[in-house]
């Protein structure tokens, strides 16, 4: 059986949010006792030149709402980047999931042709499939990624299965 652009997206996507959301729950218990506000951690970034994990957060959300925008008929949320606290951040990733879940493998129907513009790609496209591969699902990682590692490289004690998140595990 072939697995479905909705199957390796979709559910992943909401898989690794859900992980964020957990990995931000565990910095903000970390920060605690140590009086570090998670709007100090909003601002901290793995170099001078990256955006901070505030940033990171805001465009990992947009990333899995864009792409369910550009590939489906369902219209994604428009969220305006006003996030400032922990509670903030946590409901901009509750209503991506809440987006997310309500895309259904049929609204995919023909995403393979469908042609992915950006704005600052002039001139330029991706053809449906290529901005899955090559475009949102790296992408949507990339932004994760680091900002598990921006938390994780400022002392929150984090660990693999944080990122991973719930997998389904089944028992023999």
Known sequence: MQITVFES??????LTLNALKNILTKAKTWGEPKKVEMETFFQMRLAPDMLPLGKQIQIACDIAK????RLTPVT???FEDTEKTFEDYINRI??????L???KPENFAGYESKT??????PGKFLNGKDFVIQHAIPNFYFHVTTAYAILRTNGVELGKGDFLGNQNWKTK
Do not use: H, R, S
């Not at 997206?9 to 909401?14: G, L």
């Not at 864009?66 to 925008?69: C, I, P, Q, S, Y």
């Not at 509750?94 to 987006?99: D, L, R």
């Open 76 to 78: 994604a949320p428009v």
């Open 116 to 121: 992915i513009e950006f704005p600052w790609y």
């Open 66 to 69: 864009g792409f369910g925008n």
């Open 101 to 103: 879940e309500g895309l």
């Open 9 to 14: 997206t979709v559910p992943q996507f909401m």
């Open 94 to 99: 509750q209503k991506t999931m809440n987006y």
